[in-house]
């Protein structure tokens, strides 16, 4: 099998924004948090802690509708850089296991520990030593996942939230995917998932069933990708930010978004998360890329070079904001991902351009 050869941990944290406000905010253990925009003005849900989930509330949902669904919950407008700091502090345990790490986000990452920095044969212990480190440095509670690729790594990642620890060795990995309905496979967002549905597919064993060809027919060249999905095969490596030149965040939704005013508030979010690692780092960017994914699952990026590096979040925000409306049907079709990178990173010796000029010359956008 792909992969087999390989032990690769997903790491993802619990609610991690509304965690982190809970754990600094005593008061509100135990109470159900949501972290994001204002309701009074239509903002988006950034996280929810499990008490607020309880209810429904969860992440992309309108800040209205989540009132309307939890009207006791604690609402809090998020703080990007602290956030950032935690995931900095998880980040350097993970760095401490391995150096192949591949952050998804603030609150996950894929670690590669088939060899690794504590000469432990068995991922298992690998992954509780992690989810120790977290909650010893930072009071947090972390899920992860263990698998022979990062497909089945992730899926068991969210088995047994919160506080959870799923392994899925190589021998097993047929049997874990089998009875996974389709909307859980990598990729497959709502309009696809129906599409299956409509072919009589509910499960990855039923994709099994049918010719690579058929499914070819009706999902394009994701078809051939799915269907070796369905057989728990996934050949992607954990590719190291080591190397990295840009700094990006992404969100998939739980529902498609059609209304523009919401995708802005999730890019608003997403651009803080990228601003404050590029002030941390010392690395601000000449280019700002939007990626959005529609819900029948084309993917376009749009990007703008300006000629000043930045690390603003007002002006990767105000570049973002505009490739979004001028160059995408956002607003008209439906979307079920959207995300924000930054690149042309300025290296750490780089000296800083300075400008003479005013306005500046990004001013004339």
């Not at 406000?21 to 135990?30: A, I, T, W």
């Not at 603030?106 to 060899?115: I, K």
């Not at 992607?236 to 498609?256: I, L, N």
């Not at 690692?277 to 529609?294: F, I």
Request: a positive charge; charged letters at 30%.
């Amino acid at each position: 099998m792909s992969g087999a050869g390989r032990k690769i941990i997903h790491v993802d944290m619990d609610a991690f924004f509304a965690s982190v406000e809970q754990r600094d905010r005593p008061e509100l253990r135990g109470k159900p948090v949501v972290v994001g925009g204002s309701p009074e003005k239509r903002g988006v849900v950034a996280a929810a802690s499990y008490e607020a989930r309880r209810f429904g509330v969860r992440s992309a949902m309108s800040a209205a509708k989540a009132r309307r669904l939890c009207p006791q919950a604690v609402f809090l407008p998020p703080d990007f850089r602290k956030y950032s700091e935690v995931s900095r502090q998880i980040r350097e345990i993970f760095l401490s296991v391995t150096p192949l790490v591949e952050p998804l986000s603030l609150d996950e990452a894929y670690l590669d520990v088939t060899e690794n920095l504590l000469n432990e044969p068995l991922a298992r212990k690998v992954a509780e030593y992690v989810k120790r480190e977290i909650r010893t440095k930072t009071g947090l509670s972390a899920s992860a996942g263990v698998a022979p690729n990062k497909f089945v790594a992730k899926v068991a990642s969210d088995f047994r939230k919160p506080d959870g620890l799923v392994v899925v060795p190589p021998e097993k990995v047929l049997a874990f995917v089998e009875k996974l309905p389709v909307g859980k496979l990598w990729g497959v967002g709502p309009v696809t998932e129906k599409k299956l549905q409509s072919m009589g597919i509910w499960t990855a064993a039923e994709i099994r069933k049918r010719p690579v060809a058929e499914l070819e027919q009706v999902l394009g060249s994701f078809g051939a990708f799915l269907y070796r999905l369905a057989f728990g095969e996934d050949d992607r490596p954990v590719e190291s930010e080591r190397e990295s030149k840009s700094c990006g965040a992404e969100r998939t939704f739980e529902r498609d978004l059609v209304e523009l005013t919401e995708l802005v508030e999730i890019l608003r979010s997403l651009v803080s998360e990228v601003a404050d690692w590029l002030k941390d780092s010392g690395r601000p960017g000449r280019t700002v890329t939007l990626k959005l994914r529609y819900s029948d699952f084309k993917t376009i990026t749009r990007s703008k070079t300006m000629p000043v590096a930045t690390d603003d979040p007002a002006r990767i925000l105000e570049v973002a904001e505009r490739l979004l409306r001028e160059g995408t049907e956002a607003g008209h079709r439906p979307a079920r991902l959207i995300g924000v990178s930054v690149s042309g990173l300025r290296g750490e010796e780089e000296p800083e351009q300075l400008w003479l000029q005013f306005p500046p010359p990004w001013d004339r956008f």
